[in-house]
């Protein structure tokens, strides 16, 4: 039985985060300094690893304190978010978010579909679901078409953007957008960060680098986007096995597999307003089940 680990924060805990000290609605904390948490989940049982001064207990709990809170009036039952979601190729991760959107899995609505290729299989996606495309940025080729940064943050507050998801974009973010929407721009990368990213690292080429590097797991990432490639706060991870005989194609198609299932997770927490800020800058997740855990 293949048993899937997510992991929920970095091995080193960086004090001072760039997006730190912005707004954001999601309500920091801090839990004990010397834990570091990981979930195993399986279809039989979910279990966590503290390193600390117990070596395994069954779940990670605690009662973090709470320095900022935000009290919309909607705690009860947090309003439908709005979703744009940015793609470069067939948006298989953009597929399923907006699957979960119409199952109700997901308390959202993508609402804008952004792109860099206006022909290519996520952006046909879209238009056949009635949702709204995009170009960005402006192509070269043809500077008519496509939008600025500023134009794109504009539109993005038209529609009264609450998130952006990158699903298999290739573009780095302009520091326009990061400014404009700090800790609401996440993306999903098909290696364990910080491992195996940044510019030029993506698609197979990222399979590749762990196959040859010899790594025993590899899997998908999510975390904040900011300035650079791959290098916001890591938010969830899912560990995939490598198989001795690997080829990248096949590590990929795993890979992918589990990105589908992750990265609908962290919406739907998201949408639930379970992602909890450490004071040291670290995201966590709350439990739907226990809110005293987090992983």
Same mark, same amino acid.
């Given at each position: 039985?293949?048993?899937?680990?997510?992991?929920?924060?970095?091995?080193?805990?960086?004090?001072?985060?760039?997006?730190?000290?912005?707004?954001?609605?999601?309500?920091?904390?801090?839990?004990?300094?010397?834990?570091?948490?990981?979930?195993?989940?399986?279809?039989?049982?979910?279990?966590?690893?503290?390193?600390?001064?117990?070596?395994?207990?069954?779940?990670?709990?605690?009662?973090?304190?709470?320095?900022?809170?935000?009290?919309?009036?909607?705690?009860?039952?947090?309003?439908?978010?709005?979703?744009?979601?940015?793609?470069?190729?067939?948006?298989?991760?953009?597929?399923?978010?907006?699957?979960?959107?119409?199952?109700?899995?997901?308390?959202?609505?993508?609402?804008?579909?952004?792109?860099?290729?206006?022909?290519?299989?996520?952006?046909?996606?879209?238009?056949?679901?009635?949702?709204? @495309?995009?170009? &960005? +940025? $402006?192509?070269?080729?043809?500077?008519?078409?496509? /939008?600025? =940064?500023?134009?794109?943050?504009?539109? %993005?507050?038209?529609?009264?953007?609450?998130?952006?998801?990158?699903?298999?974009?290739?573009?780095?973010?302009?520091?326009?957008? @990061?400014?404009? &929407? +700090? $800790?609401?721009?996440?993306?999903?990368?098909?290696? /364990?960060? =910080?491992?195996?990213?940044?510019?030029? %690292?993506?698609?197979?080429?990222?399979?590749?680098?762990?196959?040859?590097?010899?790594?025993?797991?590899?899997?998908?990432?999510?975390?904040?986007?900011?300035?650079?490639?791959?290098?916001?706060?890591?938010?969830?991870?899912?560990?995939?096995?490598?198989?001795?005989?690997?080829?990248?194609?096949?590590?990929?198609?795993?890979?992918?597999?589990?990105?589908?299932?992750?990265?609908?997770?962290?919406?739907?927490?998201?949408?639930?307003?379970?992602?909890?800020?450490?004071?040291?800058?670290?995201?966590?997740?709350?439990?739907?089940?226990?809110?005293?855990?987090?992983?």
């Amino acid at each position: 039985m293949e048993s899937r680990v997510l992991f929920s924060s970095q091995f080193n805990f960086p004090v001072n985060s760039p997006l730190k000290n912005r707004e954001t609605s999601i309500a920091p904390f801090t839990p004990p300094r010397n834990v570091l948490s990981l979930s195993f989940r399986s279809s039989v049982d979910r279990f966590a690893v503290r390193i600390g001064p117990r070596p395994f207990v069954k779940a990670v709990s605690f009662a973090p304190k709470i320095v900022a809170e935000v009290d919309d009036g909607s705690r009860d039952e947090p309003r439908r978010k709005k979703l744009a979601v940015f793609v470069s190729g067939g948006g298989s991760n953009f597929r399923k978010i907006h699957e979960g959107c119409s199952d109700g899995s997901v308390n959202g609505d993508v609402v804008l579909l952004v792109t860099n290729k206006k022909d290519c299989g996520g952006a046909e996606y879209a238009r056949s679901n009635g949702i709204p @495309v995009l170009v &960005f +940025p $402006k192509a070269k080729r043809e500077p008519s078409h496509g /939008l600025s =940064p500023s134009e794109l943050v504009d539109v %993005l507050r038209k529609y009264g953007v609450d998130f952006v998801l990158l699903a298999g974009y290739l573009k780095l973010i302009p520091f326009e957008l @990061v400014q404009a &929407f +700090p $800790k609401r721009i996440l993306n999903i990368h098909p290696a /364990l960060l =910080p491992a195996f990213g940044g510019k030029g %690292l993506y698609g197979i080429r990222v399979h590749k680098a762990v196959l040859e590097s010899g790594a025993r797991y590899s899997g998908p990432s999510i975390h904040f986007v900011d300035e650079e490639y791959d290098t916001g706060q890591i938010l969830a991870q899912s560990a995939v096995r490598v198989i001795a005989n690997d080829t990248p194609e096949e590590l990929a198609k795993r890979v992918l597999h589990e990105e589908h299932k992750l990265y609908v997770e962290v919406v739907a927490a998201i949408w639930e307003e379970r992602i909890k800020w450490r004071e040291d800058g670290v995201p966590l997740i709350q439990s739907k089940e226990n809110p005293d855990e987090y992983y």
